[in-house]
């Protein structure tokens, strides 16, 4: 079976570092993979999806993503982390579309100024 | 972003009452979803319908049917709600109408409180 981990339940960055957000699965084929953002009291909305082909990905509001297969990892970065950031992040996996998709626990991002 | 209407938004309602929650499309997107939402746990995938009357189960799907007779509605039902439902439950849409099936769209959810 599939599983999405993440080993960080909260991290808290200063406006204007870097970011990164760690996300580790288990999939025997090639996963689809997926990382969404929540903010509080809303739904999830996609930041940037990998199906194949470069492994760097990049997503909307200056994220990106990089696929090391062998680690296993689909890490998100962002260079400079804006206080409108602080919010959920969820990692997940799929094996050929969104009929089995596995969520992580997700990482709330916390910014201080 | 999709149409995607969730109702209602919150609801509470006793242990042993039925419970339906409905989650209305104007994408006439193929597929849509039920998850549930808990700390912890992350998002996990109740039921989910790949056409009109075609429903299968997912991850957590005890407690739980689903409907839909119709594209646009899917309809999730607690027949006999228990404290262990409550939570927060999102309607999910994919799949359109030009076949491709790239993104996941979430509704904003409803807060479901049994007591």
């Known amino acids: 079976a599939q599983s999405v981990t993440q080993p960080d339940i909260h991290i808290t960055v200063s406006e204007g570092a870097s970011l990164e957000l760690r996300c580790n699965y288990s999939?025997?084929?090639?996963?689809?993979l997926f990382w969404y953002v929540q903010s509080p009291g809303q739904g999830l909305q996609l930041l940037l999806k990998?199906?194949?082909?470069?492994?760097l990905v990049q997503g909307i509001k200056g994220f990106e993503a990089e696929f090391k297969r062998s680690q296993s990892s689909f890490n998100l970065r962002k260079p400079s982390v804006h206080w409108s950031d602080a919010a959920e992040y969820f990692c997940?996996?799929?094996?050929?579309?969104?009929?089995?998709?596995?969520f992580g626990t997700g990482t709330k991002l916390q910014v201080i100024p | 972003d999709a149409g995607i209407t969730q109702s209602p938004r919150h609801k509470v309602t006793e242990t042993g009452t039925p419970v339906t929650l409905r989650c209305h499309q104007t994408?006439?997107?193929?597929?849509m979803y039920w998850y549930r939402q808990d700390p912890g746990h992350g998002l996990r995938l109740i039921h989910y319908?790949?056409?009109?009357?075609?429903?299968d189960k997912g991850e957590v799907s005890d407690g739980y049917s689903v409907s839909r007779s119709k594209t646009e509605d899917f309809l999730l039902t607690l027949e006999s709600a228990t404290s262990s439902q409550t939570s927060v439950y999102f309607c999910?849409?994919?799949?359109?109408?030009?076949?491709?099936?790239?993104?996941?769209?979430f509704g904003s959810g409803t807060q479901l409180s049994v007591l």
């Open positions: 999910a849409i994919s799949g359109t109408p030009d076949g491709t099936n790239e993104k996941l769209f």
């Open positions: 999939y025997g084929a090639t996963p689809y």
């Open positions: 990998y199906f194949s082909g470069d492994t």
């Open positions: 319908s790949y056409g009109v009357k075609d429903t």
């Open positions: 994408e006439n997107h193929r597929y």
């Open positions: 997940a996996v799929a094996r050929g579309g969104y009929q089995k998709v596995t």
